[in-house]
C-alpha cells in the first residue's frame, strides 16, 4: 500500500529534490557552458542552453510547491491543487520548446554538412562534459522520479522527465562529439542526426505530460477502472443499499467526489449520519487523507 504523507512531508520531500537538482543544473550550466567555449563545441553549447532550461524548469516547481502545500482557506474552497496541475503543464510545455529548439539547431547543422560544409572538431574536455551530464542527469532523473512517485506529484515527476530529456541530449551530443574526435571529420554529421532523433522522444514524453495536465484543468474524469473499484468499495460498505450519480476528478495529488447512496428509509439521522462517516471513513483510506468528499443521502425503496 502507498505511504500516506502529511501535506508538509509531501512538500519538504518535494522541495528538497527540486532544490538538489536546481543545484545540480546550475553547476552542470556552467561547466558545460565553459566546456563548449574551450572544447570549440557548439552542441556542448547548445547543450548548455537545455540545461538552463532545466534550471527554469526546478524554480517553476519551487514556486508551484510553495502554493500547494497551502491548506484549504475562504478563497481556496478545493485548496491549491490545481497549481501544481498548471505548473505540470508549463513544464510539459517548456520540454516542447527546448526538444524543437534541439531539432531546430540539429536540422541547421545537418544542412551545413550536406552543403559540404565543415563541422568544427570538438575537444576532449567536450566529450568529458557530454559523460558528466548522461551521468548526473540519469542519477538525478532516478531520485526524482522515485520521490515523484513517492508523494503522488505529477509536477515533480514532469521535472523528472526534464532531467531525462537532459541526458538524452548529452547522448547525442557524446556521440556527435566523441564521433568527430575518433572517426573523422565526415562522422561529425553524427551529432546533429543524433540530436534530432533524441528530440523526437522528448517531445513524446512532454506531449503525453502536457495532455494529462490539460485533460485534468478542464475537469476530465478519472479512468473507468478507478471508478469501478471506487464503486466496488462503495457498495461493500455496509448500510448503503444502492448509490448513482458519482462525480470524481483530480484536484494536483488529491481528489473531489461527490456520491447519491441510498439507505434504508427507516433510519434516523443519526443512523444514516453514521453510515455516511463510514463510507467516508472507507472512500478516504482508498484514494487518501486529503480526498473531499461529498455525500448525498437518499431514502432506499425496494419497490
Not at 505548473?87 to 510545455?93: D, F, K, N, Q, R
Not at 574526435?181 to 542526426?193: H, S, T
Not at 522522444?201 to 479512468?223: G, M, P, Q, W
Amino acid at each position: 500500500m502507498q505511504e500516506v504523507l502529511s501535506r508538509l512531508e509531501r512538500t519538504e520531500q518535494g522541495l528538497k529534490v527540486t532544490y538538489i537538482g536546481l543545484l545540480v543544473n546550475i553547476a552542470l550550466t556552467i561547466f558545460k557552458f565553459i566546456a563548449g567555449i574551450l572544447g570549440h563545441s557548439t552542441a556542448m553549447i547548445a547543450d548548455s542552453v537545455h540545461s538552463i532550461s532545466d534550471t527554469a524548469s526546478d524554480i517553476v516547481v519551487l514556486l508551484g510547491f510553495q502554493y500547494v502545500k497551502k491548506p484549504i482557506d475562504d478563497s481556496h474552497n478545493y485548496g491549491h491543487g490545481k497549481i501544481e496541475t498548471l505548473s505540470t503543464a508549463i513544464v510539459g510545455l517548456m520540454l516542447i520548446i527546448v526538444a524543437l529548439f534541439i531539432v531546430f539547431s540539429g536540422f541547421e547543422k545537418l544542412l551545413i554538412s550536406l552543403k559540404g560544409g565543415v563541422l568544427p572538431k570538438p575537444e576532449y574536455i567536450a566529450l568529458f562534459a557530454a559523460i558528466l551530464s548522461i551521468i548526473s542527469k540519469e542519477l538525478m532523473y532516478r531520485y526524482t522520479i522515485k520521490v515523484g512517485n513517492k508523494i503522488n506529484s505529477s509536477l515533480i515527476v514532469a521535472n523528472a522527465w526534464h532531467h531525462r530529456s537532459d541526458a538524452l541530449s548529452s547522448i547525442g551530443t557524446m556521440i556527435g562529439i566523441g564521433g568527430a574526435i575518433f572517426l573523422g571529420e565526415k562522422f561529425r554529421i553524427l551529432d546533429p542526426i543524433a540530436a534530432i532523433f533524441v528530440s523526437v522522444l522528448i517531445i513524446k514524453v512532454a506531449v503525453e505530460i502536457l495532455r494529462d495536465s490539460v485533460k485534468e484543468l478542464i475537469e476530465t474524469s478519472v479512468d473507468d477502472e478507478k471508478k469501478k473499484e471506487l464503486l466496488e468499495l462503495i457498495s461493500n460498505v455496509k448500510g448503503v443499499k444502492d448509490y448513482h450519480k458519482l462525480r470524481i476528478r483530480h484536484i494536483g495529488h488529491y481528489y473531489s467526489m461527490s456520491i447519491h447512496i441510498l439507505v434504508e428509509k427507516s433510519l434516523n439521522i443519526v443512523e444514516a449520519h453514521q453510515i455516511s462517516d463510514l463510507l467516508e471513513s472507507e472512500i478516504r483510506n482508498y484514494l487518501g487523507p486529503e480526498t473531499i468528499i461529498t455525500i448525498h443521502i437518499e431514502p432506499y425503496d425496494k419497490e
